[in-house]
């Protein structure tokens, strides 16, 4: 998923109840990372509760500054990400009736809840032989956490897919420089482990295994879940739509303000239907302007040369400090990190 899609989606917060745990358990400050992602530590103990993806990727931020670079406690963390947990989309793999049918159900859905694009890894045959995942719009501080959660999770998913443990694998590729002993106990003997991947990370098997029954598979039930998470998917864009249109019409002229007046104008809508479809999309005003000075900050970062300063302006800032501030919560990185490497353009 893209970053700018990410930071407004709505999670469940069963993410942010994961991290806290592990947070707690190895007597961390886990306060902080909510702290850090303006959010009520209450909400880890709501059943229904959601968040947004900004929100997530603050407490992942402040998590892995927590962490200091344990792995351990990264791949404890991707030990309890189950498929079950993400609604129709994680039942639809949960229900695969073939790896091949949970490879393709996982590529088709560009709403992961997470900063990954996943696609199928194919032989010169076209036959399905592994999974990819590759993080490339995650912020520098995030991404060996999200290999090693990411690649953790994915053991497990094929693991309890399988029922083999470990996963019937014949080959992983990773973006690390290194491999801990952990992760390493965790693969087949005879897989073969490839680092400095550029590609991400890749979990390879026999070809043969892609079109075995999966001991819990159900065509019937996966097909019922996939139209479920279709559906899921087209109110997200119809939603996204709406935003969209709000967004674009903020973007006009930032550096004035814009009021939910002039916003509703624009779009022909009375401010009491623009609060109210607001309201139904879960979102705020607020947060729609912060995703347009987002998306303008980053376009004019990466296209131009124009100062930190001056697009602080543009953008309706009094402070430069105060711009900074904003964009760090946003991605992750300061303006001028962002800058010197910014993530593939895919739009």
């Known amino acids: 998923m893209r970053l700018a899609s990410y930071r407004d989606v709505r999670v469940p917060s069963f993410s942010i109840r994961t991290l806290r745990d592990v947070l707690m ?35 992942q931020l402040k998590f892995v500054e927590l962490t200091q670079g344990r792995i351990d406690l990264w791949m404890k963390a991707g030990q309890h990400y189950s498929m079950l947990a993400f609604g129709p989309f994680g039942l639809a793999l949960a ?3 073939t790896l091949s049918h949970f490879v393709e159900a996982s590529a088709a859905a560009d709403l992961t809840y997470t900063l990954a694009d996943y696609s199928p890894v194919l032989n010169s045959r076209g036959v399905v032989m592994g999974h990819r995942f590759a993080h490339r719009e995650a912020p520098e501080e995030l991404a060996a956490f999200y290999v090693y959660r990411d690649t953790v999770a994915g053991l497990r998913s094929l693991a309890m897919l399988t029922m083999k443990d470990p996963a019937p694998l014949t080959g992983v590729h990773l973006p690390l420089q290194e491999i801990s002993p952990e992760l390493v106990n965790m693969l087949p003997a005879s ?25 819990h598979g159900d065509m019937f039930q996966h097909e019922t879940y996939l139209r479920q998470m279709n559906e899921h998917l087209q109110q997200f864009r119809l939603e996204q739509d709406w935003a969209r249109s709000v967004v674009d019409a903020m973007k006009v002229n930032l550096e004035r303000g814009v009021a939910m007046s002039d916003v509703a104008a624009k779009l022909n809508s009375s401010v009491r239907t623009l609060q109210r479809r607001l309201e139904q999309n879960g979102t705020t005003f607020r947060q729609l302007r912060d995703q347009a000075r987002f998306e303008l900050a980053t376009d004019m970062l990466a296209e131009t040369n124009i100062s930190v300063a001056e697009i602080s302006r543009r953008l309706g800032y009094e402070e430069a400090a105060s711009f900074t501030v904003a964009f760090k919560r946003w991605s992750g990185r300061p303006p001028s990190q962002y800058r010197a490497s910014p993530p593939p353009r895919r739009y």
């Open 95 to 97: 229900t695969s009736p």
């Open 191 to 215: 897989a073969s482990i490839i680092l400095n991947s550029s590609i991400g990370v890749q979990l390879e098997w026999d070809e043969h295994l892609s079109t075995e029954p999966l001991p």
């Open 25 to 59: 358990g190895a007597g961390l400050d886990h306060l902080a990372a909510f702290r850090a992602a303006g959010l009520d530590p209450e909400i880890a103990e709501a059943p229904g509760s959601v968040v947004t993806g900004e929100q997530e990727l603050a407490f």
